[in-house]
Structure formats: C-alpha cells, structure tokens
C-alpha cells in the first residue's frame, strides 16, 4: 500500500509522542473538581475521571504507563481508598497505556468488547504497520456489548456504547446523579478530531453517536472530554454540528465526481481553520479522512 500525506502525518505525530514519551519526568497530574466527588485528572493523554468516596475509588481511563505511580498517587491525594475500577473508554494507548499497572495494583478494567477484542490480536494500523497484541495484564476483564450499569459510591454510572465512532469501541461514560459525561474521543476540545478508520472509527458513526448522547444530556450536563478543558452541552452541539457540516460537503463532492485527492483544495474547512486549525490535523487532511470514512461506508 502506498502512504497517503494523512499516512507520513502520523507517522510525524507518533514520532512527536514518543518524544514526548521521553520527558514524562516532568508532567504534572492536575486535579480538577468536577462535581461533588467527581473529578477530571489532566496529565500527558487522556483526561482521567475520578470518583471517590466510601467504597473506593474508580477511574474513567489512564493515560500512559510511565505516568501510572504519578496518577496514583494523585488519586490518593483525593482520597487514601483503594482503586477498585477501571474504565477504558477505547483502545487508544493515550487513554489505556496504564492498563497493566492498575490491573497489578488489584484494579478491575471494564470496557466494551471490541476493546479487548483488539488488544488481545495483532493489529494493522493505518498506516499499513504491525501493531502487536497487549500484555495480558492489559486486557479489560469485564468487557459488555452496548450498556453495563456500575452502582458505586452513592453514583449510577451508566456505560454507553453506540455507533462505531471514534473508533468501533467507543463508550460514553454517564455518571446520572451527578449529570456528568465523561465522552473519550467521541468529544475532544482541541480542533478537527481524529477518526480511527483502522480501528473501526467513522465518521458517520461518530455524528449519530453525539446524537444520541446529545439526546441525554440536558443545559447543566458537564461533559468531560476526551483531550481539553470541561466543557457543555452547548460545545459538545457545537463540535457535532461543525462535523455534519464538513460531512455533508465532502460527501456532495464525492456526489458530483469530485476525486478524493481534489477535496482538500474546495475550501470546505476554511470557516473553521482559525480555531481548529491549531490541533495536529488541519483541515486539508481532515477532509481526506472523512472522504476515507465515506467511501468506505459507500462499499459496504
């Protein structure tokens, strides 16, 4: 297979984290209060959910393996109780890289199927390269197909897998007394996000999913997402909204003969550039991703 531009930039953005990877000495793991004994943890990846109280501690997923001793103890300056829960809201090591440290401190790591599914394989990524399976300690032991209800101190949290979106095993995490959303990479904060087609990721998939979370969210839900600061329901909208947008450009092209290579030249993400621009995908290689996803839904 012949690499894309969209190919060699993440084979540049992968040699850019594991530049970072090198520097983890010197991340800080801040705790921000989300509500009550709710919080967001932000460090080097994902951001991490924390809820504590009487009967332990449990995690909304937990970034990197060389930040496992700083995001614990981070946790017991919340609270001394002992993990007891682990949620991975998808595959992504930025998200599941601690997996194997939690699980060795007694922790339980729950996820959606297709998550253990393909940690425990050989994957082929997009950009056409090997990636092996997980160390056994990594794999979620109690995996579910579309909801699993976890009842914990005093909380109803409620675990949602919808649509193949950001990738095919994607849940949002919905802490119901609370109103908090904790929405992985289905929602992130930092501009045009990014769709694992290789992973089972759509975009498609990833508009009816916001959809239908949209649908359970209210004005005071606080959503937290999977890369940036607390946001709303209104952002969340906002961010769904922009991407039928782009969606619905792309596919009107394609609609009309345009070839896949000229999409990036139509201006279809200018208006957006400015504000989400500044992430590691720019607009030119965002729209070559969700022609990708339209195309090969189309084949389906």
């Known amino acids: 297979m012949k690499p894309s531009l969209l190919s060699f930039l993440f084979l540049a953005l992968a040699f850019t984290t594991l530049r970072a990877q090198t520097n983890f000495d010197t991340v800080k793991i801040r705790p921000v209060q989300v509500a009550g004994n709710l919080y967001m943890l932000k460090g ?17 997923d937990d970034q990197f ?3 496992s001793n700083k995001i614990n103890g981070a946790i017991k300056t919340l609270s001394p109780g002992d993990i007891k829960f682990l949620i991975n809201t ?5 998200h599941s890289g601690g997996n194997e440290n939690f699980k060795r401190m007694g922790v339980t790591i729950v996820a959606q199927d297709q998550v253990r599914e393909r940690m425990s394989k050989e994957q082929v990524n997009r950009m056409n390269m090997k990636v092996p399976p997980r160390e056994k300690d990594a794999l979620p032991v109690v995996t579910f197909a579309d909801k699993l ?5 005093d909380e109803d949290i409620e675990l949602v897998h919808f649509d193949p979106a950001h990738t095919d095993g994607d849940v949002a995490v919905h802490f119901k007394k609370a109103n908090v959303y904790h929405m992985g990479d289905m929602f992130v904060t930092y501009g045009y996000p990014f769709i694992d087609i290789s992973s089972g990721g759509s975009i498609n998939g990833i508009i009816s999913s916001l959809d239908k ?12 997402p999977g890369h940036g600061e607390l946001s709303t329901k209104a952002d969340v909208k906002k961010f769904r909204d922009r991407l039928a947008d782009i969606r619905d450009q792309v596919a009107a092209a394609l609609k009309k003969g345009k070839k896949k290579e000229d999409i990036p030249g139509l201006g279809i993400t200018d208006k957006y550039e400015e504000e989400w621009g500044k992430g590691f995908l720019k607009g030119k290689d965002f729209v070559l991703m969700i ?8 084949a389906k």
């Open 90 to 94: 998808h595959v992504h090591g930025d």
């Open 291 to 298: 022609a990708d996803s339209l195309k090969m839904a189309s």
């Open 149 to 153: 209800n976890i009842h914990f101190n």
């Open 44 to 60: 080097s990846g994902g951001n991490i959910g924390v809820l504590i109280g009487d009967d332990g501690t449990l995690m909304v």
């Open 65 to 67: 393996a060389p930040l």
């Open 213 to 224: 979370v949209l649908g359970m969210m209210d004005d005071q839900s606080k959503v937290i």
